[in-house]
T-cell receptor
Framework: DGGITQSPKYLFRKEGQNVTLSCEQNLNHDAMYWYRQDPGQGLRLIYYSQIVNDFQKGDIAEGYSVSREKKESFPLTVTSAQKNPTAFYLC?????????????FGPGTRLTVL | DAKTTQPPSMDCAEGRAANLPCNHSTISGNEYVYWYRQIHSQGPQYIIHGLKNNETNEMASLIITEDRKSSTLILPHATLRDTAVYYCIALDRRRGSQGNLIFGKGTKLSVKP
């Protein structure tokens, strides 16, 4: 089955530790995105990548880092510089041809920093 | 991207049609109207999108007004599993745009037995 996988579903970390969230897609999509969602709120864009080895900051990139070494993978690192990292993190992907296609989302990772 | 406005919540009886409105009075000619929904603690699910014409798929219908300033998502026979937050989003699909979805707070639809 084609889709987007995120792991783990729940993640707990101590304050001050970096943590990396995984996102893999087998849809052959060029573009991938990371969003953050806080309780009762909509999604906010952290980073996005339209092509391998290239990525752009979104609206709330401070305290986060990404890499895009393979088309299928777009891991997100939440660093200790992120002041309020506890949130629900969502990864998405889309085609990027003549036009951008609709985005498809993974199941999300809920990060809790203790 | 254009801002959209939706009511914060709506109720619908099971088996009846759910009509979810969205205002997007500042939408540009290049922006599509997209609808997603999010069931609690899951990733958003794509429902439907359109530019000018009304659209229908296996999940829903999308009615866009002629002036494109508003639209309505119609779930023809709502079930309890349709209880979710529904997001209406205006998106510029051209390659030069960022391509990200700007989510507001959406409409929380509660389908009741």
């Amino acid at each position: 089955d084609g889709g987007i996988t995120q792991s783990p579903k729940y993640l707990f970390r101590k304050e001050g530790q970096n943590v990396t969230l995984s996102c893999e897609q087998n849809l052959n999509h060029d573009a991938m995105y990371w969003y953050r969602q806080d309780p009762g709120q909509g999604l906010r864009l952290i980073y996005y990548s339209q092509i391998v080895n290239d990525f752009q900051k979104g609206d709330i990139a401070e305290g986060y880092s990404v890499s895009r070494e393979k088309k299928e993978s777009f891991p997100l690192t939440v660093t200790s510089a992120q002041k309020n990292p506890t949130a629900f993190y969502l990864c998405a992907s889309s085609r990027w041809e003549q036009e951008i296609s609709e985005q498809f989302f993974g199941p999300g990772t809920r990060l809790t920093v203790l | 991207d254009a801002k959209t406005t939706q009511p914060p919540s709506m109720d619908c009886a099971e088996g009846r049609a759910a009509n979810l409105p969205c205002n997007h009075s500042t939408i540009s000619g290049n922006e599509y109207v997209y609808w997603y929904r999010q069931i609690h603690s899951q990733g958003p699910q794509y429902i439907i999108h359109g530019l000018k014409n009304n659209e229908t798929n296996e999940m829903a219908s999308l009615i866009i007004t002629e002036d494109r300033k508003s639209s309505t998502l119609i779930l023809p026979h709502a079930t309890l599993r349709d209880t979710a937050v529904y997001y209406c989003i205006a998106l510029d699909r051209r390659r030069g745009s960022q391509g990200n979805l700007i989510f507001g707070k959406g409409t929380k639809l509660s389908v009741k037995p």
